[in-house]
């Protein structure tokens, strides 16, 4: 299996923190204003694009390519700082 190292887009960074901070799909769909079905393709999506085959192997990928941080003091993963600065606007 090759893994690729491919940007993932802001609200799919969002979702992967979210669900590497312990939320399920439920509690990520309210946290980004999306449906749990809109999570669940974006999951998909950056699934595919990093070449990972579960949820767990994604949150690995995404960690060791330096596209999420885990903060120490915070004993969490956080979005990068230019991450924040482009995130999309969620819907009205």
Known sequence: MSL???ELSALQLQIVMHIANG???TEVAKAVA???ANVKYHVGQA???CGA???PHLVSVVLGQGQLHWDGDQRAVTL?????QTSPPAPA
């Open 23 to 25: 939320m399920s799909f």
């Open 34 to 36: 999306r449906s749990e």
């Open 80 to 84: 990068p700082s230019a991450v924040l």
């Open 4 to 6: 690729r190292t491919t």
């Open 53 to 55: 085959k579960t949820v």
């Open 47 to 49: 699934k595919a694009k």
